[in-house]
C-alpha cells in the first residue's frame, strides 16, 4: 500500500559527512510530517528531525547546527544532511512518515532503516 525506501548509509569517519533519502510511494492522498529517527543497539529509538508540512524543521539538541533536514514535496522524499559526524551518531536512522492514505486512513509508516556508522 504504502511504503518508504531509505539510502545512503554507510561507513564514515569522524567529522565525515552523509545524506539520507527516503521516499515515500503509494496509495498516499497527503503526508501531513516526515522525519528521522535513530536507534542504536540496546537504546531507545529517537527523534532526530521533523518537518512537518508548513511548518518549522524541529531537530534534536544532539544534532542541530550539523544536521539538516530537507524535503521535495513534489517527489514525497525526505533529505537528511549530516555533516560534522560524531562516533556517538551511529545508529540505525529510520524514516518516518505521517500520512492520509487514499481510503482516508491516517496512519504512521516507517523504512526499513539504514545504518550508519562512524569511526576511525
Known amino acids: 500500500q504504502v511504503q518508504l525506501v531509505e539510502s545512503g548509509g554507510g561507513l564514515v569517519q569522524p567529522g565525515g559527512s552523509l545524506r539520507l533519502s527516503c521516499a515515500a510511494s503509494?496509495?498516499?492522498?497527503?503526508?501531513?510530517?516526515m522525519a528521522w529517527y535513530s536507534q542504536a543497539p540496546g537504546k531507545q529509538r529517537e527523534l532526530v528531525a521533523a518537518?512537518?508540512?508548513?511548518?518549522?524543521?524541529n531537530y534534536a539538541d544532539s544534532v542541530k547546527g550539523r544536521f539538516t533536514i530537507s524535503r521535495d514535496y513534489a517527489k514525497n522524499t525526505v533529505y537528511l544532511q549530516m555533516n560534522g559526524l560524531k562516533p556517538e551518531d551511529t545508529a540505525v536512522y529510520y524514516c518516518?512518515?505521517?500520512?492520509?492514505?487514499?481510503?482516508?486512513?491516517?496512519?504512521?509508516?516507517w523504512g526499513q532503516g539504514t545504518q550508519v556508522t562512524v569511526s576511525s
Open positions: 518516518n512518515a505521517d500520512l492520509r492514505d487514499l481510503m482516508y486512513a491516517r496512519r504512521n509508516y
Open positions: 503509494g496509495s498516499i492522498r497527503t503526508i501531513y510530517a
Open positions: 518537518i512537518p508540512t508548513g511548518g518549522s524543521t
